[in-house]
């Protein structure tokens, strides 16, 4: 599976971003895909996930409330809205194809991964 994403960009503290991740190769209604993010010198973290048919959702609890994944089987795309921005949102964004149709937060869940956009907020 290959998979792009974008939407990524420097924001001011309070603002909103949409990411967008088109995925190609595999059958796109058929896995979960999730978002996580890497911050500068820190791990990886989950963010979101979402099911194959959109019906179920995870969230960390430092994005819950702020941001909404969604995906569009037609378009084969996933999608993060991220509102409310801190600058502790700043990171590497990535999106992750899921090995199965419901997938949570685990990396080993996902085999394979986008090379992520910079989300970027400034207080």
């Known amino acids: 599976v290959q998979l792009q994403a974008s939407g990524g960009g420097l924001v001011l503290a309070g603002g909103s971003l949409r990411l967008s991740c088109a995925a190609s190769?595999?059958?796109?209604?058929?896995?979960?895909m999730g978002w996580f993010r890497q911050a500068p010198g820190k791990e990886r973290e989950f963010a979101a996930s979402?099911?194959?048919?959109?019906?179920?959702?995870y969230y960390a609890e430092s994005v819950k409330g702020r941001f909404t994944i969604s995906r569009d089987n037609a378009k084969n795309t996933v999608y993060l809205q991220m509102n409310s921005l801190k600058p502790e949102d700043t990171a590497v964004y990535s999106c992750?194809?899921?090995?199965?149709?419901?997938?949570?937060?685990?990396?080993?869940?996902?085999?394979?991964w986008g090379q992520g956009t910079l989300v970027t907020v400034s207080s």
């Open positions: 992750a194809a899921g090995r199965s149709r419901i997938t949570r937060g685990n990396p080993i869940e996902y085999d394979g």
């Open positions: 190769g595999r059958t796109f209604s058929n896995y979960g």
């Open positions: 979402i099911s194959w048919r959109g019906d179920t959702t």
